[in-house]
Nanobody, 120 residues
Framework: QLQASGGGLVQAGASLRLSCTGS????????MGWFRQAPGEEREFVAA???????YYADSVKGRFTIARDNARNTVYLQMNRLKPEDTAVYYC????????????????WGRGTEVTVSS
């Protein structure tokens, strides 16, 4: 019900914008979030935005990444600036009621992910 796109291979310092589109049902949820999973690592919270508040960011991306949602287009974006090699991961978008935005278990809908590779 969600599909992320916009990943790619870039050099450190570059920018990428990820997009996530999906069904109206998925986007009717309060919270939209982005997570990422690097090889051999657990999935980690990146950013989230809710109807009522937000945005929220992981400390590692604060000041470099921006999340935004366009409810009319059922789309959520993740603008990623000043990318670093440690940002390399598969990025997933998620939707859910998310009373707590950080845990992945708070989200009911997940996209298939888009791969981001940042070379040094």
């Amino acid at each position: 019900q969600l599909q992320a796109s916009g990943g790619g291979l870039v050099q450190a310092g570059a920018s990428l914008r990820l997009s996530c589109t999906g069904s109206r049902r998925a986007f009717s949820n309060s919270a939209m979030g982005w997570f990422r999973q690097a090889p051999g690592e657990e999935r980690e919270f990146v950013a989230a935005i809710r109807w009522s508040d937000g945005p929220y960011y992981a400390d590692s991306v604060k000041g470099r990444f921006t999340i935004a949602r366009d409810n009319a287009r059922n789309t959520v974006y993740l603008q990623m600036n000043r990318l670093k090699p440690e940002d390399t991961a598969v990025y997933y978008c998620a939707a859910g009621s998310a009373d707590l935005v950080v845990p992945a278990s708070s989200y009911d809908y997940w996209g298939r992910g888009t791969e981001v590779t940042v070379s040094s």
